[in-house]
């Protein structure tokens, strides 16, 4: 072989050895913004999720403000349940561990109303003047009784909930107004 020829065939191996790392450059830059853009489509398909499930907790806004203990009760059970975002399940925790702790207050109301009850009962079979208080503390049970119970009628079609207002320093102000919808 000659040295022209040598020269050549270095050449050539020189050019092919260019040609595959610069392929190889390239499927990887192209590996490496697919991968990019591919996270970046999760990511905001992951916001647009949050931002439908905020909406969603928007529109059942009037169950978490119920008086009714036992109806935001089985509301915030519902959303603890359902949520996917950790740090939104965490406060769906929080806030129905506080309605627990509502509810067993309102529970040992009721056991003492209802205790209250049988013994003015008792008395009123032989005392007519405890009537009235035997009838105020009925009353009473009633109502404890009503808040603890689920209502059918609290999860009525959605509310309309609309926000207006202004963030200044980093503190939120407005108004918020919340209107329920209609039932067909």
Do not use: C
């Amino acid at each position: 072989m000659t040295d022209e020829m040598k020269l050549e065939y270095s050449k050539l191996a020189l050019d092919g050895a260019k040609f595959l790392i610069g392929t190889a450059l390239i499927g990887l830059l192209g590996h490496f913004a697919s991968s990019a853009i591919k996270e970046r489509e999760v990511a905001l398909k992951e916001r647009e999720s949050e931002r439908l499930e905020m909406e969603l907790y928007g529109k059942y806004v009037e169950h978490a403000l119920a008086e009714n203990v036992g109806t935001r009760e089985r509301f915030a059970r519902y959303f603890y349940k359902v949520t996917r975002t950790a740090e939104l399940k965490r406060g769906w925790e929080e806030y129905l561990n506080d309605v627990v702790q509502e509810k067993e207050k309102e529970e040992q109301r009721k056991a003492e109303l209802v205790a209250q009850e049988k013994e003015l009962a008792r008395l009123v079979a032989s005392d007519k003047a405890k009537a009235d208080e035997l009838k105020q503390v009925r009353q009473q049970l009633k109502e404890v009784m009503g808040r603890l119970e689920v209502r059918k009628d609290a999860f009525a079609p959605a509310a309309n909930v609309t926000g207006y207002g202004s963030a200044q320093g980093g503190v939120a102000t407005g108004t918020l107004s919340v209107s329920g919808g209609s039932s067909n």
